[in-house]
Each structure stands twice: as C-alpha cells, then as structure tokens.
C-alpha cells in the first residue's frame, strides 16, 4: 500500500501518518522532517534549504526531486509507504507516479485532510508554541498556506479521475480522524 496523505499545513497529517504507519507496520516518509534533519546537521543540502523553508516557500524541486527518488527506493519502502507532505507540487507528482510505475506500483490510497482555514491557523500557532519550529512564524504561516493553494490543493484535481481520492473531514479527535481513515482503509 501506498498511501499519499495530502492537507494543509496543519491539517494533521503527520499525526495521523505516525499512528497509520505503526498501525500498517509501514514507513513514513516525511520531506519535511528529512529537510528539518539535513538543516540541524548543517549539510549544503540543508543550508540551501533552510532560505525557502524560513520564508514558508516550497524548497526547489532541483532539491527535492532527488530527495523523493531516494527515500522511495530505500528496501523498507518497496511493498508500500506513508508519503507525508509529498508530493507538493506537480513535477514532484510526476516523478511519484514514474518512480512507483517502474516497480509496477501506484498510490494507492489517497486521503485529503479537510480542515477550515482558521482552525488550520489556529493549530499552527498552538504547534509552534510546542515545537518551537522557525517556520511558525505568523508571516510564514500565511506564505505556506498561501503556497498549499497555489502549488499543492490542484493535485486534487489530478488524482480525482482514479477515484481514490478519499476526503477525511479533519475536525474531531485525534481517535476520531485515525478511525475514520482505518474504516476509508477498509483496516
Ligand atoms: P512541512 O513540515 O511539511 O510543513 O514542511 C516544512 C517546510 O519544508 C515547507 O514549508 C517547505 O519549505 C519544505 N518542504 C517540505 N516538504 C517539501 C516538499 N515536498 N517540496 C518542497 N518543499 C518542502
């Protein structure tokens, strides 16, 4: 199974991508996370990244292309995966679809996190109060959500003709969300 779980940021996406991958006993893949890492080891990777991810801009896919082909042909992502917070725009769905085509894979599952704008805003601020990531920022909230509309929501309309876009309304309980996504799962 390869599951895409695509929502705004904030949308929670990897909450419930950690609870789906230890339930399905599959990797998660999350750029973001991987970009935050390269950053914190101070890699030329990282320090060409962090100028976009600090302004809430999406890191170029001449960055993020090769990072994605990677991450997918690691051994423990072979029979599926959690693909959190990629793809984000369409040059990286194309390379998703042709990296999973050439194993005779596809997505399998692809489950949009629905969340209004203003509760979207509001969990940001409550996570950047937790986590204290340096791209909470209000400015940078606005940019990534900004962003999410302009380069990331069209991918709806590119998976809707397979039909398995499945909508996951994202207001309720973490508990909620996971069990409306097993039953969606059919798990
Ligand atoms: P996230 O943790 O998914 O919200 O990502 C944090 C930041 O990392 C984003 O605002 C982007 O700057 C960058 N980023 C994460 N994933 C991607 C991606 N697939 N493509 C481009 N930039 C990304």
Redesign the pocket.
């Known amino acids: 199974m390869f599951i895409l779980l695509l929502g705004a ?1 904030g949308s929670g996406k ?1 909450t419930q991508g950690t609870i789906l991958a230890q339930r399905l006993g599959l990797p998660k893949i ?4 991987l ?2 890492a390269a950053v914190k080891a101070g890699t030329p990777l990282g320090r060409d ?1 962090k100028k ?2 600090d302004k ?4 170029p896919d001449s960055v ?1 292309l090769g990072l ?1 082909k990677d991450e997918l042909a690691k051994p423990e992502a072979a029979q599926g995966a959690i693909l959190d ?5 369409s040059a ?1 769905a194309e390379l998703v679809d042709r990296t999973l085509a050439e194993r005779s894979h596809r997505l399998t599952h692809i489950l949009l996190l629905d969340v209004d704008g203003d509760e979207l805003v509001r969990r940001i601020q409550s996570r950047a109060g937790i986590e204290g990531r340096s ?1 909470d920022t209000p400015e940078t909230i606005r940019t ?1 959500l900004q ?1 999410y509309q302009r380069d990331t929501a069209p991918l709806i309309a590119h998976y809707a003709p397979r039909g398995n876009v499945h909508r996951v309304p994202g207001t309720g309980s973490v508990e909620e969300i996971a069990t409306e996504i097993a039953r969606i799962l059919g798990q």
Do not use: E
Not at 30 to 33: I, L, W
Not at 85 to 89: E, I, M, S
């Open positions: 940021p990897g999350t750029t973001g996370d970009l935050r990244a976009y991810m809430g801009q999406l890191v993020i994605i917070g990629f793809p984000r725009n990286q791209d990534r962003v």
